[in-house]
């Protein structure tokens, strides 16, 4: 089945503590992006990376990190976490980035305390 | 500065009637897409228009992209229940950036 899979779907944590939020497509998809979604300000695109190696900022960034050593996998990586960055975060990936849709995974419900 | 904006941002309508929502934007898009998303879910396409002009319909759904690429609009015919959701457009802007935009959400709730 064709899926995006991102882990985990809920995590409470606290301030400064290194997290990581892991994400994997089976569609051999180039594109793969990561959105917050936050009352009243809708989806903002945090990374997105066109190929493997190649990322790029979104247009929320700060205090994200992101890697594509592989086609499939595509982590969010919070290195010191803060309370701003409570959200709901989506893993997406397309065929290409004009044309295609985005195929998003189930969400993950972060919290930080 | 949000470079796509919907109207309205929310809509509570009784079921049968019709509906039109808005996206709005000042850049061109190389298209747009529309997604309706349930809580606690992902977005999930409804549909992609490419052409300046095109009109696509999806059952009582009718999508329509405006000749500049500027802009869409998505109309219900008949609102159901089952329409309730948060209805997104997005794209790609079509120069200079490999980004891609989400609209502000029109949050619709279609009353029995």
């Known amino acids: 089945e064709a899926q995006v899979t991102q882990n985990p779907r809920y995590l409470i944590t606290v301030t400064g503590k290194k997290l990581t939020v892991t994400c994997s497509q089976n569609m051999n998809h180039e594109y793969m992006s990561w959105y917050r979604q936050d009352p009243g300000l809708g989806l903002r695109q945090i990374y997105y990376?066109?190929?493997?190696?190649?990322?790029d900022k979104g247009d929320v960034p700060e205090g994200y990190k992101v890697s594509r050593k592989e086609k499939r996998n595509f982590p969010l990586i919070l290195e010191s976490p803060s309370p701003n960055q409570t959200s709901l975060y989506f893993c997406?990936?397309?065929?290409?980035?004009?044309?295609?849709?985005?195929?998003f995974g189930d969400g993950t419900r972060l919290s930080i305390l | 500065t949000q470079l796509l904006e919907q109207s309205p941002q929310f809509l509570s309508i009784q079921e049968g009637e019709n509906l039109t929502v808005y996206c709005n934007s000042s850049s061109v898009f190389s298209s747009l897409q529309w997604y309706r998303q349930e809580p606690g879910e992902g977005p999930v396409l409804l549909v992609t228009v490419v052409t300046g002009g095109e009109v696509k319909k999806l059952k009582r759904l009718t999508f329509q992209f405006g000749d500049a690429r500027k802009d869409s609009s998505l109309h219900i015919t008949a609102a159901q229940p089952g329409d309730t959701g948060l209805y997104l457009c997005a794209g790609p802007l079509f120069s200079g950036t490999y980004k891609y935009i989400f609209g502000t959400g029109t949050r619709l709730k279609v009353l029995a």
């Open positions: 990376s066109m190929n493997v190696e190649v990322t």
């Open positions: 997406a990936s397309s065929l290409d980035r004009v044309h295609q849709p985005q195929h």
